[in-house]
């Protein structure tokens, strides 16, 4: 029964908007979300912990039915190991976030304002300057120091 409910590409690209948003089910809990603008929005409806939730898999077309599917299989794996997969996105999101928000660059700046509030002489200043944008920067300036750790532990474990 459930194969005489899926979506179809065909199904997806005729799908109008009407005055209020509605869905087109796909089975499993995934479903597009037509709004009342014309834009379409994969989800995923799924119970954790006794409570009903939704999950976010994209937007058509920029993600296709074949791709949601399988980020709707990929969540469906994630709660059957127990884990609520809304849970784990917010999470990577906000370690993305931290990743990014902590390149060296930043960090490089913030330890040169640091030391000019700690009253650095100026001439400590400028040589601090010029070997982080001049020499460190270009290099690794938009890696995160994370990767800059894990790779500087990998470096440490290997014997010499």
């Known amino acids: 029964m459930a194969g005489n409910c899926k979506l179809t590409e065909a199904a997806i690209r005729q799908a109008k908007p ?3 948003p509605y869905r087109l ?7 597009l979300e037509v709004s009342s603008a014309g834009s379409k929005y994969w989800r995923l409806k799924y119970r954790y ?3 009903e939730k939704r999950l976010a898999l994209g937007v058509y077309p920029t993600i296709t039915l074949a791709t949601a599917r399988e980020k709707a299989r990929v969540a469906k794996a994630e709660l059957a190991e127990g884990n609520d997969p809304g849970e784990l996105k917010k999470q990577a999101k906000l370690a993305k976030h931290a990743s990014v928000a902590s390149t060296f660059a930043l960090i490089a700046k913030e330890l040169v304002e640091k030391r000019r509030n700690e009253g650095a002489a100026p001439v400590t200043l400028e040589k601090l300057s010029w070997i982080l944008d001049k020499k460190l920067n270009p290099s690794i300036g938009g890696v995160s120091v994370a990767e800059i750790f894990a790779c500087s532990n990998i470096v440490h474990a290997s014997p010499h």
């Open 18 to 20: 009407k005055d209020k």
């Open 25 to 31: 089910v796909d089975g499993g809990g995934m479903y």
């Open 49 to 51: 912990a006794g409570k």
